[in-house]
Structure formats: structure tokens, C-alpha cells
T-cell receptor
Framework: DGGITQSPKYLFRKEGQNVTLSCEQNLNHDAMYWYRQDPGQGLRLIYYSQIVNDFQKGDIAEGYSVSREKKESFPLTVTSAQKNPTAFYLC??????????????FGQGTRLTVV | AQRVTQPEKLLSVFKGAPVELKCNYSYSGSPELFWYVQYSRQRLQLLLRHISRESIKGFTADLNKGETSFHLKKPFAQEEDSAMYYCAPGGQGAQKLVFGQGTRLTINP
């Protein structure tokens, strides 16, 4: 069953703790993305990776970190430096990076709540 | 750099009425535009892309390079069209996938 999978669906974190959100795809896509979705603010790009072992900051990268050691995996770490981490996080992948004329596929999202 | 603006955060129309969701873009190259949709409790998914010139679920979108717009239209709205809609610019040279702020469309019975 091909697709893109995010886990967990819900995540609770105490203030001051780092937490890692998982994103895995078996679509053989080169490009992967992380977004944050807040009410009234649409989708904001956190980080993206056009190819394995390479990634770039998006529009709101502060307080986040990523890695792309494998083509199929693009985990996002929300660090304690992120001032307002409670949000819905979406991961996406597309066949090619640097040539955005192909469809992007999205995971089901992870809702992170800081308690 | 590519940028897109969706001026309406909320749009409400009655069932059977025409609907138009606005999208204006800024892009230095030859643009390709996409509309994505997120229905309640479903994943964000592609609705249509301008290059294919197709009608999906009764929706169409025409790229107007003169007005730099890619408005999404449907002549007769249905209740199942209620969703969040995002416009996204792309094309060769676009390094990343960015979205507009989104428009929440509500179809009233």
C-alpha cells in the first residue's frame, strides 16, 4: 500500500522537551516537505528536502530541525526553542524537487500539543 | 521567488449558486498552478492543475497570465464542496512547494 505516513497522530509534550515527528514515504519521491497548519494562517513551510542528504529552511524554520539520511524518511524535531509549538503538522512528498510541476502527496498529519 | 495570495479566508455560498475562489500569484518564470483541497477529516489532496485543463468535480480554473490569476470556479455549488482550498504555484525553477493562506468554503443548504 503506497503512500506517505506520519506518526503519531496525536502527540503531547511538556514544555522544554524536544519531540520528533515521523514522516515516511514509499513512493520513491525525491522531495519531501514539512508544513505547519494553524487556523487562519494556511500552510507554512518549515523545511524541505529536494534530495537525500540535503535540506533547506522554509519560511518558519526557527525552533525546528530535520534530517534526510534516507530517501523515504524525513523526521522533524520540534525543539524547546520553538516558542509556540502547539499546531497541526503536515508532511508531504513529490516526485521531483526543483521542478514543481508534479503532484504533492500529503500525510494525515500530527497534532502536537504542549502541556 | 514564487508567491500566491488568496484574498478570502472564508467564503460562504448557497447550494446551487456559482462559486469562485480567488488566487493571484507572483512568479518569475513560467508558472504552473495547482489547486489543493482538504475535506473534513481527510488528507490534503490535489484537486486540479492548470496544465491538464480538466474539470474535476465540476471545478475549473483558468490561468490568466495578464492578471496573474488562477481562480477556481464552479457553476453550481454542492454541499460536498465544503472544504479548505489552497492555491499553489509551481513550475520549472520553483525550488519549493508553497501555498496560499487558504480559503474555507462553506456551502449552505
Amino acid at each position: 500500500d503506497g503512500g506517505i505516513t506520519q506518526s503519531p497522530k496525536y502527540l503531547f509534550r511538556k514544555e522544554g522537551q524536544n519531540v520528533t515527528l515521523s514522516c515516511e514515504q514509499n513512493l520513491n519521491h525525491d522531495a519531501m516537505y514539512w508544513y505547519r497548519q494553524d487556523p487562519g494562517q494556511g500552510l507554512r513551510l518549515i523545511y524541505y528536502s529536494q534530495i537525500v542528504n540535503d535540506f533547506q529552511k522554509g519560511d518558519i524554520a526557527e525552533g525546528y530541525s530535520v534530517s534526510r539520511e534516507k530517501k523515504e524518511s524525513f523526521p522533524l524535531t520540534v525543539t524547546s526553542a520553538q516558542k509556540n509549538p502547539t499546531a497541526f503538522y503536515l508532511c508531504a512528498s513529490s516526485l521531483q524537487g526543483g521542478m514543481m510541476n508534479t503532484e504533492a502527496f500529503f500525510g494525515q498529519g500530527t497534532r502536537l500539543t504542549v502541556v | 521567488a514564487q508567491r500566491v495570495t488568496q484574498p478570502e479566508k472564508l467564503l460562504s455560498v448557497f447550494k446551487g449558486a456559482p462559486v469562485e475562489l480567488k488566487c493571484n500569484y507572483s512568479y518569475s518564470g513560467s508558472p504552473e498552478l495547482f489547486w489543493y483541497v482538504q475535506y473534513s477529516r481527510q488528507r490534503l489532496q490535489l484537486l486540479l492543475r492548470h496544465i491538464s485543463r480538466e474539470s474535476i468535480k465540476g471545478f475549473t480554473a483558468d490561468l490568466n497570465k495578464g492578471e496573474t490569476s488562477f481562480h477556481l470556479k464552479k457553476p453550481f455549488a454542492q454541499e460536498e464542496d465544503s472544504a479548505m482550498y489552497y492555491c499553489a504555484p509551481g513550475g520549472q525553477g520553483a525550488q519549493k512547494l508553497v501555498f496560499g493562506q487558504g480559503t474555507r468554503l462553506t456551502i449552505n443548504p
